[in-house]
Nanobody
Framework: QVQLVESGGGSVQAGGSVRLSCVASGRALSTYYMGWFRQAPGEERVFVARISAGGRSYYADSAQGRFTISRENAANRVTLQMNSLKPEDTAVYYC??????????WGQGTQVTVSS
């Protein structure tokens, strides 16, 4: 059973940066798609970014140019660096992984709050 655990959320002012990490246990993720979704209050969960096993990344329009996803297979970790944050980036961020996209495995979520 794969478990994904996020960390790094918190509160930041607009224009600031936050770095989210997701560490997996239960199996090696080197062959998995990994990525991030987010869910704002009263809204659906939406895609933010993903990275393939080969390291190819893809971003939602809202994240393009501000967010960077990376992975460290040796550490079973995927990271989302978020810069130039805006109040509309406020959400619970969820790590996702699996052999297909989106994957079957989800983290518990970490809150990111951006104040104006």
């Amino acid at each position: 059973q794969v478990q994904l655990v996020e960390s790094g959320g918190g509160s930041v002012q607009a224009g600031g940066s936050v770095r989210l990490s997701c560490v997996a246990s239960g199996r090696a993720l080197s062959t998995y798609y990994m990525g991030w979704f987010r869910q704002a209050p009263g809204e659906e969960r939406v895609f933010v970014a993903r990275i393939s096993a080969g390291g190819r990344s893809y971003y939602a329009d809202s994240a393009q140019g501000r967010f960077t996803i990376s992975r460290e297979n040796a550490a079973n970790r995927v990271t989302l660096q978020m810069n130039s944050l805006k109040p509309e980036d406020t959400a619970v961020y969820y790590c996702n992984g699996g052999s297909i996209w989106p994957g079957n495995y989800w983290g518990q979520g970490t809150q990111v709050t951006v104040s104006s």
